[in-house]
Nanobody
Framework: VHVVESGGGLVQAGGSLTLSCAASGNTFSLNAMGWYRQGPGSKRELVAAIFGGSPIYADSVKGRFNISRDGYNNKMSLQMNSLKPEDTAVYYC????????????WGPGTQVTVSS
């Protein structure tokens, strides 16, 4: 499975960015897609994900971020609004396919930097 992200960059606090993700190479149907992030000196954490049709969000981004998925085309977006300096991190896309995540993959990551 090949996963690639796009859309990162530098933005001022209070601004917005949209990240996109595309997955390919799967033989099973899409199971879940999600966004994770890893800030400097921090562990990788879940930001938002869609399992089936239901989105979940980390408490720190609820009300500011919105995840959407095009399951037919194995694509996903993360609309990030009201960005804060603490949102600065490398954002990774994850995709899994088939029962028990029979196939899965991570993107290489895209840097999001929020200046104060």
């Amino acid at each position: 499975v090949h996963v690639v992200e796009s859309g990162g960059g530098l933005v001022q606090a209070g601004g917005s960015l949209t990240l996109s993700c595309a997955a390919s190479g799967n033989t099973f149907s899409l199971n879940a897609m999600g966004w994770y992030r890893q800030g400097p000196g921090s562990k990788r954490e879940l930001v938002a994900a869609i399992f089936g049709g239901s989105p979940i969000y980390a408490d720190s981004v609820k009300g500011r971020f919105n995840i959407s998925r095009d399951g037919y085309n194995n694509k996903m977006s993360l609309q990030m609004n009201s960005l804060k300096p603490e949102d600065t991190a490398v954002y990774y896309c994850y995709a899994s396919f088939g029962p028990m995540a029979r196939e899965e993959g991570w993107g290489p990551g895209t840097q999001v930097t929020v200046s104060s």
